[in-house]
């Protein structure tokens, strides 16, 4: 099973960046995690990089995130 970071409605996680938030509104280059455990990591690890933001980011199976684009 894979898994993407929702930022926002239409907003995805893209790849890592120690200076920001990396996202974007195109959900094909989404970054898509291999396992839930790697997309867990990856919302924490950004979490605690972007601790002066009220995030709430969500980890979602990559087909239910399709569907929610389609």
Known sequence: MSYVIKI???CWVTGCS???LP????FE???I??????ANKT????ILK???RKL???VLEYEVAKREVE
């Open 50 to 52: 972007n601790n002066h």
């Open 43 to 46: 919302k924490e690890k950004l």
């Open 33 to 38: 995690f291999k396992s839930l455990d790697s």
């Open 18 to 20: 120690d200076s920001h």
């Open 23 to 26: 996202r974007t509104v195109v």
């Open 56 to 58: 709430n980011l969500q």
């Open 8 to 10: 926002q409605k239409g």
């Open 29 to 31: 280059n989404a970054k």
